[in-house]
């Protein structure tokens, strides 16, 4: 009896060995590129390496008919089991489509090591995207772009995943690569097709999904080239119901040379908020403007 | 056979007992001695001097004239030849009257050394003194805090070769008396060859099957004190400067006697700070084990990338540079504890500093293995009782096991088993976790936290069933 309650103990403390990896033996990927080539799967990873206690960030390619084979093979020449459960970020181009989104989510959701918490770009060169600036500057560029100048959209893996699912449109913050690498605007995945939504007017979609934070708004005054109404939205807040679009602006006036009063800097904001947003919802548009500062002749 | 005969039989002749015969007019005297225990110079001025004034003395009873005429107040009549033997071997001078009647003296010798400053458990604020070998000394360090007659103190003879004098001391109306007859049950039930010292009753008195110790003991007479007016009892052991705080709870083992000197708000960040130690003490290890053989995904990247360049050339699996480390430091530490204190410097620098960044230089261990490693053991040392410290090691090492198996799973396996027994565990007739568990929202006035001691005005109800302090 007593060697069957060890040999149980025994067998229950060694499973626990299956899970067991030390940190050496891992391959640390931290941003990956996917694209399709010629049916082939092209992927980019960048993995950190340590050599004299020191971390160096590699980009490797490899090609291949599945995600799983390219990584597989990767493991096998490295001798080194590939570890994503710091992957921070996800870089696709226009190759990338239905059939391959599909097959890239599965990997992911599969894949029980991997979070679903890193973003997701789009970039029209994803090897120089990734050797350009590392996955870090990239992904704090979004995040500072997005909280700050409201000019861009940050897509985690899971907002992926729930607009596939929902066969909704996929918004994906487009990373231009011509001498640097900088955002510019939003790439959208619908039907099956990638379009493009400029830099100015990701904050009207912002609008419509509720993610503004904050952000600048500037006005030509009327006569005068040289003179400009600067207003600072602090907080903005959109509300869809049924087939109205509720919307709310705190706004601060920088600077006002045009010498507008609130009524008509009021009807200013809302006349651009309005024309614009039209290109992103049928719905009735409802503003209501708080003006910190008083400006009334 | 007479006395004399006997005694010199049964000691084999030992070279330090005297025997000295004195011839009055009508009466014998016979005087016995152990010199090595007896205080020569009383037995001059208060026996043989005055006895040699009585050259001429013609009295029948010589034993009761005797009795008065000493000037001590330490004499007695005794008995039987046993008694003899025991009063001997206790520091008496036996005056043996015409092979006949008996009388002992107290002329035991101070072999003890004065009252110095407390070695172990040092405060910043308080006093200074504490215990000693001494019964009579300890028990008058403790009745010159406590001048009450209802200070009260049941004294025992343990021990079948040491006949060691044990006190039980107790506040009598304050403390429970099922508690006192508990323990004088406890006390007497002991058969043991000797009482060395106090932690020899220890292991007769903590029944518990915790490794964590669910008795105090201290040598600080304050903190004895403070424990006698909550309630609690204290047991002094003859030969023993530490003194046994019965009973002990785990909660107690985070109270210094200083936190009752200081303002309560710094009181309460100081116990905070030694339960984050304990924490750490015990969890550091394992978390960083966890960490880095089986729950990798739970730290940042950068901190992984840390972790896993400062361990690039260190050649054992984490658990193995752990348990290495751990050795190193408990070989450290008993060295350091053994070697007198004019050479501990040098192992310090030697073992701490050299071999630590020998170690390193080498690739044998990683220097955050070594933050690991002695920033639990610095934590450990925050407690004040040695067993509870080495109680924190085992704890370590428990947790060390289950989290190289098992990662953060085995931590909380580790845990649950760790509560459990500590849940299960009884001071005395009460549970070991009170005022934790079982819940007392009075008594936490004076746990984690600490209250000014004007708004704790009952006694905790589990010690004591006069429960308003000052009446």
């Known amino acids: 009896m007593k060697k069957l309650i060890l040999l149980i103990i025994l067998t229950i403390f060694l499973t626990g060995c299956d899970s067991y990896i030390e940190l050496n033996d891992l391959v640390v990927i931290n941003a990956i590129g996917i694209e399709k080539d010629n049916e082939l799967y092209k992927i980019y990873i960048s993995l950190v390496e340590t050599k004299n206690k020191e971390n160096i960030t590699k980009i490797i390619e490899d090609k291949g008919s599945s995600i799983n084979q390219i990584l597989d093979n990767l493991s096998l020449t490295l001798n080194k089991k590939i570890y994503l459960s710091h992957l921070e970020l996800l870089v696709v181009n226009n190759t990338i489509k239905d059939k391959e989104w599909q097959e890239i989510v599965n990997f992911f959701l599969n894949n029980n090591e991997t979070r679903e918490d890193y973003l997701v770009a789009y970039s029209n060169d994803l090897k120089k995207a990734l050797e350009t600036k590392e996955f870090n500057y990239i992904n704090e560029l979004i995040e500072n772009n997005f909280h700050e100048t409201s000019k861009t959209i940050k897509t985690s893996m899971f907002d992926v995943i729930k607009n596939l699912y929902d066969k909704e449109k996929i918004y994906l913050p487009y990373l231009e690569v011509l001498e640097n690498l900088k955002l510019n605007g939003l790439k959208v995945y619908e039907d099956n097709t990638w379009k493009d939504i400029k830099e100015d007017k990701v904050i009207y979609l912002n609008y419509y999904l509720n993610n503004i934070k904050t952000y600048k708004y500037s006005y030509k005054c009327q006569g005068d080239d040289n003179k400009f109404l600067y207003l600072e939205i602090l907080k903005a807040y959109s509300k869809n119901i049924k087939n109205k679009l509720l919307i709310t602006n705190e706004i601060k006036v920088i600077n006002n040379d045009c010498n507008l009063t609130n009524t008509e800097i009021n009807k200013i904001f809302k006349d651009n908020l309005t024309t614009n947003l039209k290109e992103f919802t049928n719905k009735q548009i409802e503003i209501k403007n708080i003006i910190r500062g008083f400006y009334e002749n | 056979m007479n006395y004399i005969e006997r005694l010199k039989k049964e000691s084999n002749n030992a070279t330090d007992y005297i025997y000295k015969k004195i011839k009055l007019k009508n009466n014998t005297l016979e005087i016995v001695n152990i010199e090595t225990i007896t205080s020569s110079s009383d037995i001059n001025n208060f026996i043989l001097k005055r006895i040699s004034y009585l050259d001429n003395l013609d009295e029948d009873n010589l034993k009761d004239f005797l009795y008065n005429y000493l000037p001590t107040t330490s004499i007695s009549k005794i008995k039987d030849y046993k ?116 932690n020899y009753l220890k292991q007769y008195l903590n029944n518990s099957n915790s490794l964590f110790p669910s008795l105090k003991l201290t040598e600080r007479p304050d903190l004895a004190s403070l424990s006698l007016l909550e309630g609690k009892a204290i047991i002094i052991v003859d030969n023993s400067p530490e003194v046994i705080i019965l009973p002990t709870f785990f909660i107690d083992f985070f109270h210094s006697s200083d936190d009752y000197y200081q303002k309560s708000f710094n009181i309460t960040f ?202």
Not at chain 2, 99 to 114: A, F, Q, V
């Open chain 2, 83 to 198: 008694d003899l033997k025991n009063k001997l071997l206790n520091g008496y001078t036996i005056l043996i009257i015409n092979n006949k009647d008996l009388l002992g003296i107290e002329t035991r010798r101070d072999l003890t050394r004065g009252i110095e400053k407390s070695e172990y458990e040092k405060t910043i604020v308080g006093s200074k003194d504490s215990f000693i070998e001494h019964f009579n000394t300890n028990l008058g360090l403790i009745r010159r805090r406590i001048k009450d007659t209802n200070l009260q103190i049941k004294t025992y003879e343990l021990g079948k070769y040491t006949k060691t004098k044990v006190g039980l001391v107790y506040l009598k109306g304050v403390s429970k008396e099922e508690l006192i007859k508990k323990i004088d049950t406890k006390i007497k039930d002991i058969n043991i060859d000797g009482i060395i010292d106090s």
């Open chain 2, 270 to 471: 100081i116990r905070i700070i030694r339960l984050l130690a304990f924490l750490i003490a015990i969890f550091l290890p394992s978390i960083y084990i966890s960490l880095t053989t089986h729950n990798p995904d739970s730290m940042p990247i950068d901190l992984l990338l840390s972790f896993k360049s400062q361990r690039l050339l260190v050649p054992f699996p984490a658990f193995v540079e752990a348990i290495i480390l751990i050795i190193v430091f408990e070989i450290l530490r008993e060295s350091d504890v053994r070697i007198p204190s004019t050479m501990g410097t040098a192992v310090s620098i030697l073992g701490g500093l050299v071999l630590g960044e020998a170690c390193v230089s080498a690739g044998i261990i990683s220097p955050i293995m070594i933050i690991v490693i002695a920033t639990s053991a610095i934590s450990g040392m925050l407690m004040q009782s040695v067993e509870a410290i080495n109680s924190i090691r085992w704890y370590r090492f428990i947790l060390i096991i289950l989290s190289s198996i098992f990662g953060y799973f085995g931590i909380y396996l580790g845990t649950i088993l760790i509560l459990a027994n500590l849940c299960e565990t009884k001071a005395l007739n009460d549970w070991y976790l009170y005022p934790l568990t079982p819940i007392s929202l009075k008594e936490q006035k004076d746990g984690f936290l600490k209250l000014p001691s004007k708004s704790q005005k009952t006694r905790n109800p589990v010690l004591s069933t006069n429960k308003v302090r000052g009446r």
